[in-house]
């Protein structure tokens, strides 16, 4: 009888150290849940108040003056929700690239006013 009180002492140990361990990894594992819901919900936010913006990219000798819709959270962070559609390509070494880029800027500025503002009907 003595040589069983010590077995059954490390059984209920060894029952309760498992139990201890599975109710934290339950509790982690709730934790990591709601931060991955609420991430979710920060970008379906985002994504629901994305505007079509201009911009501009240069690549190598080429600016691009471009229109793209961007959701953008408070951090900073960003994710492009459509294609970026080329307004115009400037090469750099043009001698009217200033005059090429105001000009493209404002038709991108245009086109991104009309692709957020919902068509008039009648």
């Known amino acids: 009888m003595r040589a069983v009180i ?5 059984l209920f140990l060894i029952l ?14 709730r934790r990591i849940n709601a931060i991955a819901a609420a991430e979710e919900d920060r970008w379906a936010k985002a994504i ?10 240069t690549r ?3 600016t691009d003056v471009i ?5 953008r959270l408070s951090s900073g962070e960003e994710h492009e ?3 970026p559609a080329v307004i115009e390509s400037i090469a750099n070494s043009d001698p009217d690239w200033h005059n090429k880029f105001k000009i493209a800027k404002q038709e991108a500025w245009s086109r991104a006013i009309d692709l957020n503002n919902p068509p008039l009907t009648i």
Not at 6 to 10: A, D, F, M, Q, S
Not at 49 to 55: F, G, I, K, P, V
Not at 67 to 71: D, I, S, W, Y
């Open 60 to 62: 190598g000798d080429i």
């Open 16 to 29: 309760m150290t498992w139990l201890v361990f599975t109710i934290y990894r339950a509790g982690q594992t």
């Open 67 to 71: 229109v793209q819709k961007v959701a």
């Open 81 to 83: 929700l459509a294609p």
């Open 48 to 57: 629901a108040a994305a505007r079509w913006e201009d911009s501009h990219r």
């Open 6 to 10: 010590p077995l059954v002492v490390i």
